[in-house]
């Protein structure tokens, strides 16, 4: 360290304030950094002096760099020294630009960083083969526990079954395994699905649609769906095949909103032609707040007006859910919740390695807004 200090001062003096910023919490776990040409405006310096020192923060642990998508913090220091010395306890999640995840990530960090953990971010980009090699990684360097809010992919991650093969404690969050014996912690999404037909139903809708991606091994959306059924069958509702779409194809998730111009045609196309085909609908449940809100748009360019001519309800209540109009009525996910109960059954995995798994289901809650009219 003192030649670094020698051969660059104004590099370490850069190093030392992020780091210390890091550690002492400022800059937690999810945060983007400031782009290199920002930090150097901010210190008076040259951008490849500014990416020595984040080289050397990327070389500790500290930062993660995305081509395309900035640098990011992926673990704290803070508490580092304490009754559990330096144990690290990794969070393996899709992605870290949305607040979804953040808050997820929030919560996980102030129950473990209260235990005296200190906790490590690795982002899996949505890629299963990513999520594999990182926990692959992360056994071999014998990592105390992890948290994973898993890949969506049409196949299970074999690295999962090593975790449990080699008893290394780990919690899913979001969705789980159904066949895997793990912890995880998951809203209720079969109530959230089953609540919001009731609610149509009781605003006097009976012709309610729904439109879903494929669920795969999506346990959250594949409970939304069973949850929608079940409404139906509890309330003698008739099930008309035309109201329900379960194959879109759309490439975006509340972890990433991207989308081409091209990808966005298509996803409106697919919703033009199921809306065409079902003219009498008085109410859709979308599966996901993206595509609650690409309905409304292209109910507005069939003529007909949300939350007037058709009630549209979506999952999630993202952060864009009360600014669209008109105002989305979703199901909302205690994101950060969420990850503290997660945390709270890792621990009580860690202190007792015999503790049978758990499958824990957080309550959903209805946020109504304007979107939805009576009948």
Known sequence: MAERKNSNPQYMKIYEEIRGKIIDGRLAPGMKLSTEQEIANQFGVSRPTVRLALLELEREGFLERYRGKGTFIT???????????????????????????????????????????????????????????????????????????????????????????????????????????????EMDNFRGAYDAVKYLYDKGHRKIGLVSKPYLTKTSVEHRIEGFFQAFKDLDIPVLLRHIFLDLVDTRSVYWVEQTAEDKEIIHNQLRNYLEKSQDL???????????TDLMTVLEELGRKPGEDISVIGFDNVTFANQVKPPLTSVETPTFELGRKAAELLLKQIADPTHQPEHMLLPSKLVVRGSVSPR
């Open 75 to 185: 673990q704290s220091h803070k508490n580092s020294v304490n009754k559990h010395g330096n144990v690290v306890i990794g969070i393996i999640v899709p992605r870290l630009a949305d607040i979804f995840i953040g808050k997820i990530i929030t919560g996980v960090q102030e129950v473990l960083e209260q235990n005296g953990y200190t906790i490590s971010v690795h982002l899996t980009n949505d890629s299963i083969e990513k999520e594999q090699e990182i926990i692959e990684n992360l056994i071999e360097r014998k990592v105390e526990g992890l948290i994973i809010h898993p890949t969506a992919a049409p196949i299970y991650d074999p690295a999962i079954f090593k975790l449990i093969e080699r008893r290394v404690p780990f919690v899913m969050t979001g969705r789980c395994y159904k066949f895997a014996a793990c912890n995880s912690v």
């Open 282 to 292: 008085t109410a859709i449940i979308a599966l996901n707040d993206l595509i609650a």
